[in-house]
């Protein structure tokens, strides 16, 4: 089956493969986010992913010349250079990003790694969700990973609430993390600040739904930590004005067609969860609803909405109702509070 991929699409990733250490070019780690971004979560172990070349040319802006003679490449990075993970106790995983590839008329084929579906979907613990849209035009893979640290960073302390947050965090916790080679030092004119900070800075500001800025924490002489603060864009956040706030109308269309049959369940209350149909008609985690009781769910997400910036947040990131208010009590809480409410599960 060739999948489509959009902008729009989600990427996910576990806290470990998060902290990851591996070694791949720019477009082989857009292209394999660009892949899993489209893995879902019933996907059999095995099934093979197509996507069209002008498919892929047209997300990332570039002609299918210029995609095709790179194509090629990237797949075998894919292939060659593993991901390597540390675990507690001195155990440690290893695998490709790709099983196989397979390249004809047009279509490129791949077959996922059946290590790396548990650490894309299915997720059970603590992981990061971002647009795809978000890294297509970043350059480089330091800028890649830097803004996936710098998200997840923000969503750990606390920044889809709090908006702006500060941490602070070493010079040399950045560098393992990245990756980055002992010859990048921090303040040469090819160094860390000048090749990823201050290009960041720049280049998230223009692409991204975050910024950030640094302030530069010296041990004598050196600059040992930085002291990071990351918010929201605002030119993002303009971009992502609420429309489907403004009518009951308007929620009911934005939700169907978020939602409608990709198994994610938008809302829940008194012990049951609900997604979309194919009709476009709610179904619980028991049963399908008739129009009237669709109408009344409808009914209730639309007051979440209105009061819950936590609801909010759940439906504009596409996430699972269910899986983000269990995997987070605390995010459950204010959820709780902001509706003065205990009547969801």
Same mark, same amino acid.
């Given at each position: 089956?060739?999948?489509?991929?959009?902008?729009?699409?989600?990427? &996910?990733? #576990?806290?470990? !493969?998060?902290?990851?250490?591996?070694? /791949?070019? +720019?477009?082989? $780690? @857009?292209?394999?986010?660009?892949?899993?971004?489209?893995?879902?979560?019933?996907?059999?172990?095995?099934?093979?992913?197509?996507?069209?070349?002008?498919?892929?040319?047209?997300?990332?802006?570039?002609?299918?010349?210029?995609?095709?003679?790179?194509?090629?490449?990237?797949?075998?990075?894919?292939?060659?250079?593993?991901?390597?993970?540390?675990?507690?106790?001195?155990?440690?995983?290893?695998?490709?990003?790709?099983?196989?590839?397979?390249?004809?008329?047009?279509?490129?084929?791949? &077959?996922? #790694?059946?290590? !790396?579906?548990?650490?894309?979907?299915? /997720?059970? +613990?603590?992981? $990061? @969700?971002?647009?795809?849209?978000?890294?297509?035009?970043?350059?480089?893979?330091?800028?890649?990973?830097?803004?996936?640290?710098?998200?997840?960073?923000?969503?750990?302390?606390?920044?889809?609430?709090?908006?702006?947050?500060?941490?602070?965090?070493?010079?040399?916790?950045?560098?393992?993390?990245?990756?980055?080679?002992?010859?990048?030092?921090?303040?040469?004119?090819?160094?860390?600040?000048?090749?990823?900070?201050?290009?960041?800075?720049?280049?998230?500001?223009?692409?991204?739904?975050?910024?950030?800025?640094?302030?530069?924490?010296?041990?004598?002489?050196?600059?040992?930590?930085?002291?990071?603060?990351?918010?929201?864009?605002?030119?993002?956040?303009?971009?992502?004005?609420?429309?489907?706030?403004?009518?009951?109308?308007?929620?009911?269309?934005?939700?169907?067609?978020?939602?409608?049959?990709?198994?994610?369940?938008?809302?829940?209350?008194?012990?049951?969860?609900?997604?979309?149909?194919?009709?476009?008609?709610?179904?619980?985690?028991?049963?399908?609803?008739?129009?009237?009781?669709?109408?009344?769910?409808?009914?209730?997400?639309?007051?979440?909405?209105?009061?819950?910036?936590?609801?909010?947040?759940?439906?504009?990131?596409?996430?699972?109702?269910?899986?983000?208010?269990?995997?987070?009590?605390?995010?459950?809480?204010?959820?709780?509070?902001?509706?003065?409410?205990?009547?969801?599960?």
């Amino acid at each position: 089956m060739i999948i489509e991929p959009k902008k729009g699409n989600y990427v &996910t990733k #576990s806290e470990k !493969l998060l902290s990851a250490r591996y070694e /791949l070019g +720019e477009l082989a $780690l @857009k292209l394999v986010s660009i892949i899993y971004s489209n893995v879902k979560r019933g996907d059999e172990l095995g099934k093979d992913y197509q996507l069209r070349i002008t498919d892929i040319a047209k997300l990332m802006g570039k002609s299918y010349g210029e995609i095709y003679n790179e194509m090629k490449m990237a797949t075998k990075e894919l292939l060659e250079n593993p991901v390597y993970i540390e675990n507690n106790d001195d155990n440690w995983l290893m695998f490709n990003w790709i099983s196989d590839a397979e390249y004809k008329d047009g279509v490129i084929s791949f &077959t996922i #790694s059946k290590r !790396l579906k548990p650490l894309i979907i299915d /997720l059970q +613990e603590k992981f $990061l @969700k971002y647009k795809l849209e978000n890294i297509l035009n970043l350059r480089g893979v330091y800028l890649i990973r830097f803004y996936e640290i710098l998200k997840d960073w923000w969503g750990e302390k606390g920044g889809r609430n709090k908006g702006k947050v500060e941490l602070v965090k070493s010079v040399a916790e950045l560098r393992e993390l990245l990756n980055i080679p002992l010859s990048y030092k921090y303040g040469n004119s090819s160094g860390i600040k000048k090749r990823i900070l201050e290009r960041a800075k720049k280049e998230f500001a223009e692409h991204t739904d975050i910024i950030f800025d640094f302030e530069e924490i010296k041990a004598g002489r050196k600059v040992s930590h930085l002291r990071i603060t990351i918010e929201p864009n605002p030119k993002k956040l303009k971009e992502q004005e609420k429309e489907y706030l403004k009518s009951f109308k308007h929620f009911v269309s934005f939700v169907r067609n978020k939602y409608k049959a990709n198994m994610k369940y938008f809302m829940g209350w008194n012990g049951l969860y609900f997604g979309i149909n194919k009709q476009g008609l709610v179904y619980s985690n028991k049963r399908d609803l008739d129009p009237q009781e669709s109408e009344k769910v409808f009914k209730q997400a639309y007051k979440y909405a209105k009061n819950s910036a936590v609801y909010q947040s759940i439906l504009e990131d596409s996430l699972d109702f269910q899986d983000d208010l269990e995997a987070d009590p605390n995010l459950f809480q204010i959820f709780k509070e902001e509706l003065k409410t205990d009547e969801t599960t």
